[in-house]
């Protein structure tokens, strides 16, 4: 903010203040409004006492951060169908899809593994469920009719396109776009037309998510500022020791394998992937949802990372609906925690089961708050749980899910970047001078 202000009018001032503040990089005023939010949920809190904060943010402030999740989650559907289809036409040889679609799944299978297997030892080293007392929960409902794996698979292909966008089938958009966008491919001159149009598609809203991640600061504050008024720090304590497990467990696994991915196995500075997609960390911590974060993962992705656009349009938006380390990471710990809480004793065929059944719900899970809290009876189930065991623990849980579910996200969206810059990488599609550029204050 060194710039020319004559000590004049007050409007110039003003002038001077609002273009330092856009002057500055995105991720330090989201940073900001993050740092903000919780002071200002905590002064609330302090003045008013932790009802009328909650009432007064839930009414007043939380809007804000509605309205600007509303604007991401706008911009999902035809970003995924054109990026991806875009992507894939990008790539330019059916081959070559084949080699990135294969790297980034089997990434996203081994990082998941570390990830179930890190909270399986923070569950036994926090012990968070030994003692705990169920009596005054009410017990939750808990899905029982959850679709067979194979229905799910079948419902990957959409019966109808047009049905799997508007209502959203994530998965559904994300295999038609990659078969319109290999068609395209292989039609060469005949499918150009198409192609352009979805290429300005595709730049279209780029330019919009651009947008609407200048408001991300102003999103973020809000959100936080609810969190922290509604909840207060003490929804941390009452956990506390689950809450230590899952945050130092993924702060574990953020360090270890995506720092030691990015730093050790592409030899690229990791402190420069941190800081390249703070923002998306930033929003998914306060939206506690992958998919509304993939608009702004990508951005970051392509922005910040230099990774080209046919890799981020392509393995992000799968990342983001299947790639789930925060969440089987988290389920991991929760088994352990209902395997003390209800005294049921674990073999070591048990902790096999717990990581395939944590990695295969992780999959399942939609990117949305809370997602996977709800599918814990399958992991549960497995290692003999009972229903009403299932449906206590996720009544007891539940009011304190929202700072765990941030946390998971966040996970889960730096796990989505860093297998992209891996893949990036691998496939030499990554402008690695944009990598690694400092960033000028
Ligand atoms: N909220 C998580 C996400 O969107 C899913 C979950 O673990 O509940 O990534």
Redesign the pocket.
């Known amino acids: 903010m060194s710039d020319q202000q004559d000590g004049g009018e007050a409007a110039d001032k003003k002038g001077g203040f609002l273009r330092g503040y856009f002057q500055m990089t995105l991720w330090k005023r989201v940073l900001i409004g993050l740092v903000l939010g919780v002071a200002a949920g905590l002064i609330l809190r302090a003045a008013f006492g932790p009802d009328a904060a909650s009432a007064f943010a839930t009414t007043w402030i939380k809007p804000f951060g509605d309205l600007f999740i509303q604007l991401i989650r706008m911009l999902i559907v035809p970003l995924i169908f054109t990026t991806l289809a875009a992507g894939v036409m990008a790539i330019g040889h059916p081959s070559k899809l084949g080699s990135i679609g294969a790297k980034a799944i089997g990434l996203y299978m081994i990082t998941t593994l570390f990830a179930v297997t890190i909270g399986i030892f923070m569950g036994a080293i926090f012990r968070p469920g030994a003692g705990v007392d169920f009596t005054g929960v009410t017990p939750n409902e808990i899905a029982t009719d959850a679709p067979t794996m194979v229905e799910r698979l079948i419902a990957i292909v959409p019966a109808n396109p047009f049905n799997a966008l508007a209502s959203g089938d994530i998965l559904a958009v994300i295999f038609f776009a990659i078969l319109v966008g290999v068609a395209i491919l292989m039609l060469r001159d005949k499918g150009k037309a198409v192609g352009d149009v979805i290429q300005g598609g595709a730049d279209i809203m780029m330019a919009i998510t651009g947008w609407v991640m200048e408001l991300a600061p102003i999103g973020v504050f809000a959100l936080i500022t609810w969190v922290t008024a509604d909840k207060g720090l003490a929804t941390f304590t009452s956990v506390a020791l689950l809450a230590a497990a899952v945050y130092l467990g993924c702060i574990l696994h953020i360090v270890l394998v995506y720092g030691g991915l990015v730093r050790f196995v592409l030899g690229l500075p990791a402190v420069r992937f941190f800081r390249g997609i703070f923002d998306a960390q930033a929003v998914a911590y306060s939206t506690?949802?992958?998919?509304a974060t993939l608009p702004v993962t990508i951005s970051n992705a392509r922005k910040n990372l230099g990774i080209d656009p046919a890799v981020a349009g392509s393995v992000l938006p799968l990342g983001a609906t299947v790639n789930?380390d925060?969440?089987s990471l988290?389920l991991g710990v929760l088994a352990l925690f209902a395997a003390q809480a209800f005294g049921i004793d674990l073999s070591m065929a048990d902790y096999f089961i717990i990581a395939l059944t944590a990695t295969l719900t992780s999959i399942g899970?939609?990117?949305?708050?809370?997602?996977?809290?709800f599918l814990l009876a399958t992991v549960l189930g497995a290692i003999g749980a009972t229903p009403e065991q299932t449906a206590l623990m996720v009544g007891f849980l539940l009011p304190f899910d929202r700072p765990l579910?941030m946390m998971?996200?966040l996970t889960?969206v730096t796990g989505d970047a860093a297998v992209a810059t891996a893949v990036a990488k691998s496939e030499d599609e990554m402008d690695e001078e944009i990598f690694r550029k400092v960033t000028v204050v």
């Open positions: 506690s949802s992958s998919s789930m925060g969440t988290y899970t939609a990117g949305i708050p809370s997602a996977s809290l579910d998971r996200t889960n």
